[in-house]
């Protein structure tokens, strides 16, 4: 099957049951497609966990759902070796971060130290346990959810974390008519599984052959530098930035039936992008001052090529 239809068949199958947000659809498919996590950050009942079972459902790939709550271990996530009585040897017990598709729900309500647990396995796909590596699916995918930070109970993710995520973007509520629509579309309809292993593999190859000119590539390098040096930040972009936002932008472009990569598709996607690596100074984010700010600045002072 061609890329391109896959990717139409998959929007066709999440819209399904997700009305009303065909740009954060777009947006979690150019992450998936381009290798990259994505970080949900949304009020409670947006259906930030529904989009995620369905594309799973839609991709026919194993599921699993971490809550995180104050009280939970990098153990519950990783998994633990236990001691076998009869054959005197210790036996690992998977965690459910052993999947394809990985819904953590909630990521900032768990210690720093149980969050820090995805971090190689987002960045490697492997995860060590008792000195010993242990490879994730090729396939392994993460959807985090998050409450805004103001909520009560909650603990910021670390930098490091932050740079870990593809993306970070939101759902929001949709408009009445739509809000109806939802009502009327019982979550217990079975999606049909539209895409196997080796259409996801060429979908992902073929956004790799998208091509991208080298002035663009100097456009995407000068916008995520600009981060560096912008007022109120306190430490910028790093290049991990700079090869994600190339990637999403070819997975734009293949989603557009384009061959190639055009500044629309850098544009469109900078800001969910970069933004949430961006530090701010504590005193410019009082003032009310946030990364999206920034990278709209951005935006509007570099031009882009033509």
């Not at 519950?76 to 054959?87: E, H, K, N, P, T």
């Not at 933004?275 to 003032?287: E, G, N, P, T, V």
């Amino acid at each position: 099957m061609h890329a391109f239809t896959t990717y139409q068949n998959l929007t066709t199958e999440l819209e399904k049951i997700i009305t009303g947000q065909s740009r954060a659809i777009r947006k979690l498919l150019a992450a998936f497609a381009s290798g990259g996590h994505v970080l949900l950050e949304d009020l409670p009942g947006t259906g930030k966990t529904t989009l995620a079972k369905a594309l799973a459902q839609s991709l026919q790939m194993d599921f699993q759902r971490i809550q995180f709550t104050p009280d939970l271990l990098p153990s519950d996530i990783l998994g633990v070796s236990i001691f076998d009585q009869r054959s005197q040897n210790f036996s690992f017990h998977q965690g459910p971060i052993f999947t394809e598709i990985l819904l953590v729900d909630e990521i900032n309500r768990a210690s720093p130290r149980t969050q820090s647990a995805l971090l190689e396995a987002m960045g490697e796909k492997q995860v060590s346990i008792d000195g010993k590596r242990h490879s994730l699916s090729e396939s392994f995918f993460v959807i985090a959810t998050q409450n805004p930070i103001e909520f009560h109970g909650t603990y910021p993710l670390p930098e490091a974390q932050m740079d870990r995520f593809a993306m970070r973007f939101s759902l929001g509520y949709v408009s009445a008519e739509e809000e109806v629509a939802i009502l009327s579309v019982q979550e217990t309809n079975t999606l049909e599984a539209v895409a196997n292993q080796e259409e996801i593999h060429t979908l992902k190859q073929a956004v790799q052959a998208i091509r991208i000119s080298d002035e663009l590539k100097r456009y995407i390098v000068d916008l995520v530098s600009a981060t560096r040096t912008a007022t109120g930040v306190q430490m910028g972009a790093s290049p991990r930035a700079s090869l994600t936002l190339m990637k999403a932008a070819q997975a734009l472009a293949l989603f557009d039936e384009i061959a190639y990569v055009t500044p629309e598709h850098i544009q469109e996607i900078a800001v969910p992008v970069i933004a949430h690596r961006l530090k701010i100074d504590s005193q410019a984010y009082f003032s009310g001052l946030s990364g999206e700010n920034v990278v709209e600045e951005i935006l509007r002072e570099i031009d882009a090529p033509i």
